[in-house]
């Protein structure tokens, strides 16, 4: 009983690590946008700007927009195959293709269930991971079916930001992070130490805090700054070891040197 008391102690309190990360310089290339939604590994770029959704691949430009819904709360570009848009506002979201096609719309709304869903981000096969404000819980949502695949524990706080793969899902609050699998099931909760923003990548997650990023070590629940120039910072975005930052008026491309 004292070793199930100490684990959860060391995970309730996390540690900052001692020594940062550092990040080698790269590129710096001029560039606007409302929101910097992802950057793949072919250099494909995602972004919002003035309620449209774009996507710039090589020489090929696309773009997407709704004009009855207008404001774009979210984009997830994890699968460049069934990209879901969400607005809230609307309590709605669309899954487009890689060519930003629609090819399905979900309202919220209209379901058997009523979910009033604040977050949403791209889960395995059909399904998305969707925050519903009114219960306090993560849900596992089949949109082919309209049916839940599996439903979390309500949180103790408000929900800040969501970011998942096909695996998991982890979902920042104001005094947590949670970690979830597949099924629903907690993996891990760790104190939230100020910070407001996910970022995922392959597994690894780094979290904003006060214009800065840190990468969170899971095996050691300690978090280690990642060193970058002092910007203006706007955003982060990480794709396997490359670190993007935007300032509101240039893309700034680093190199992550150890982690």
């Not at 209209?110 to 969707?130: G, H, I, P, Q, R």
């Not at 969501?162 to 629903?184: H, I, Q, R, V």
């Not at 760790?190 to 780094?206: P, Q, Y």
């Amino acid at each position: 009983m004292k070793t199930v008391f100490y684990i959860l102690l060391f995970i309730s309190f996390p540690i900052f690590g001692q020594e940062s990360i550092e990040t080698t310089f790269v590129s710096k290339i001029p560039f606007e946008a409302d929101t910097l939604i992802g950057i793949d590994n072919f250099g494909t770029i995602y972004f919002t700007k003035k309620n449209t959704l774009y996507k710039i691949e090589d020489k090929n430009h696309y773009s997407y927009s709704n004009v009855q819904f207008g404001k774009i709360t979210s984009a997830n570009s994890f699968n460049p195959l069934k990209i879901p848009v969400f607005y809230e506002d609307f309590n709605a979201a669309y899954i487009l293709d890689n060519r930003f096609a629609e090819i399905l719309k979900i309202d919220f709304n209209t379901m058997e269930y009523y979910k009033n869903v604040s977050l949403l981000s791209t889960a395995n096969d059909n399904a998305l991971w969707v925050f519903n404000e009114d219960i306090q819980q993560l849900e596992l949502f089949d949109y082919k079916t309209n049916k839940t695949r599996a439903t979390t524990l309500p949180i103790e706080s408000k929900a800040l930001d969501l970011k998942s793969n096909y695996n998991y899902a982890w979902l920042l609050t104001e005094k947590y992070l949670y970690k979830y699998n597949y099924f629903g099931s907690l993996v891990y909760k760790v104190k939230n130490d100020g910070f407001t923003a996910l970022v995922e990548s392959n597994d690894a997650i780094f979290l904003v805090k006060e214009l800065q990023l840190y990468y969170f070590n899971e095996k050691e629940t300690s978090f280690q700054l990642i060193k970058t120039p002092e910007l203006l910072t706007k955003q982060f975005l990480v794709t396997n070891e490359t670190v993007y930052i935007y300032d509101s008026k240039n893309l700034h491309k680093f190199q992550l040197n150890n982690k």
